[in-house]
């Protein structure tokens, strides 16, 4: 088994490794971030006679950033599954356990199946109840429920890519993940125009269409992947001959998996709340759901990154390599860091231009261009954070980055913004981000640091009693 894909996380220099596992994911998460940027402006040109009569060209886009918390809770629950089965493959493999591996893949899909059965019924009877809780304007409403209806109750394709692709970035394979998003993306990129306003025999469709052109492209993406693991060999197998449902691979997943699901859906929840809390602030809700939407072209590289930086501490915490566990948190820290400042930088220097690509007023675009630059200085101190949650979760502690992430997210972010809010109006609540993730890297740095000790101190220990111990002369 040494030529297997997966023993180059034992091997290859640490700097390389990292570069060699998550440039792909860093590229495919990029086109990902520009789809959701061109997505947005595409929308933004949209509008109809009499949206325009009514003074309300700006409904379509409007719409589209109140649909986006919804949305972004199917992507939180299709990650956890994927990560889950990712964090405790990666480990099997660590240990050289690949028939658990193999097993631990069939329950991921099994679970992937089921959740996105489920979301058909969360898209239909949940969609017009989360528009109707920003908005009275029936016309918004209209164009949400229509546009989350189809995105949600038709997730099923992204749940089976995203764990498959997950199931694979556990072997070290990084390559297909990566053309799967960038065939999912590009689809839809090149959908959208002729879906939103018509092309030749396609009629306009308008919101509709871009929640179509979504579908399509998840669709894709999951057929290439599915694909590649029918047809290539791969250092783990899936299939469903025999197969029986059993807690302990069920449990592995959702151990690591529930709280991943918890801790990305607080980034739902919290933007909720947030768009809650300053709905009555013409243009507020629009600039932060512009800003959620370019933000992503900075955050999204670093995810990818963290795509390959979590097979890879998995597999050192499961062999007990406590030197290249750490040389991987530190060099990813770095890495991670380095991203979002260049980020920030940008939003410092040229935020103005990036929001008028969505025609906003002279009044929003005042209000975003003071958000983008305050928000940015948040940017670095987040490295810490998500750096830190993907080693909780390669050691299988998902429960202590969910801690953490609750914390960062209803306990300092939410609580700020309504303090903030309160004292100083809106004009102050841009600067809840850096007050919420300063907090977290100042109070959780100690007890990371504590806990991945202690979790290498007992895996040793497990190893070492698993050796075979020398026999005494007689």
């Known amino acids: 088994m040494s030529t297997l894909t997966s023993r180059k996380m034992a091997d290859m220099p640490m700097g390389k490794l990292i570069m060699n596992m998550s440039l792909p994911a860093i590229l495919s998460m990029l086109v990902q971030a520009l789809y959701s940027i061109v997505d947005s402006l595409y929308i933004a040109r949209y509008s109809t006679p009499l949206l325009d009569s009514l003074g309300m060209s700006s409904a379509p886009l409007d719409a589209l950033t109140i649909a986006f918390p919804m949305q972004m809770l199917v992507i939180a629950f299709a990650l956890g599954i994927g990560v889950g089965s990712n964090a405790f493959i990666s480990r099997m493999l660590g240990e050289k356990k690949y028939d658990e591996a193999n097993k631990t ?113 998840q669709g894709a993406a999951f057929t290439y992947v599915l694909c590649m693991f029918i047809f290539k060999k791969h250092d783990i197998s899936i299939s469903f001959k025999g197969f029986r449902i059993r807690r302990k691979y069920l ?45 992503s072209f900075v955050f999204m590289p670093v995810f990818g990154l963290m795509q390959g930086a979590l097979p890879i501490m998995s597999y050192n915490y499961g062999a007990g390599n406590r030197e290249r566990f750490k040389k991987a948190y530190i060099i990813t820290l770095l890495i991670s860091g380095s991203i979002l400042f260049a980020g920030m930088i940008l939003f410092l220097s040229v935020p103005e231009y990036i929001l008028m690509l969505f025609r906003l007023d002279a009044e929003g675009l005042a209000l975003g261009v003071r958000a983008f630059r305050i928000i940015s200085l948040s940017f670095v101190p987040a490295a810490f954070g998500i750096t830190t949650i993907i080693a909780y979760q390669s050691l299988g502690k998902g429960f202590a980055a969910l801690i953490m992430s609750l914390t960062r997210q209803l306990v300092f972010l939410v609580p700020t913004v309504a303090l903030l809010l309160y004292l100083t109006g809106i004009s102050g609540i841009w600067f809840s981000n850096l007050i919420a993730d300063s907090l977290s890297a100042l109070i959780f740095l100690p007890i990371a640091y504590a806990i991945f000790k202690k979790e290498f101190t007992k895996r040793e220990k497990v190893l070492f009693n698993t050796l075979p111990q020398p026999v005494e002369n007689q």
């Open 105 to 217: 893949a069939q329950h991921g899909l099994f679970l992937a199946l089921l959740f996105g059965l489920i979301f058909i019924a969360v898209g239909l009877l949940a969609s017009r109840p989360f528009m109707e809780l920003y908005t009275s304007d029936p016309i918004i409403i209209q164009y949400g429920t229509s546009y989350l209806s189809i995105v949600v109750c038709i997730s099923m394709f992204s749940f089976l890519e995203i764990t498959l692709a997950k199931m694979l970035q556990a072997t070290g394979n990084m390559r297909v993940p990566m053309f799967a998003q960038l065939i999912g993306a590009i689809t839809n990129i090149v959908l959208d125009p002729i879906l939103i306003f018509g092309f030749w025999i396609f009629p306009e469709m308008g919101i509709k269409g871009a929640a179509i052109a979504t579908v399509i492209g």
């Open 251 to 295: 449990s592995a997943i959702i151990r690591v998996g529930l709280p991943t699901t918890i801790i990305n859906s607080l980034t739902s929840v919290s933007l909720t709340l947030v768009n809650l809390i300053i709905k009555q602030y013409a243009y507020a809700i629009t600039v932060l759901g512009v800003y959620c939407r370019v933000q």
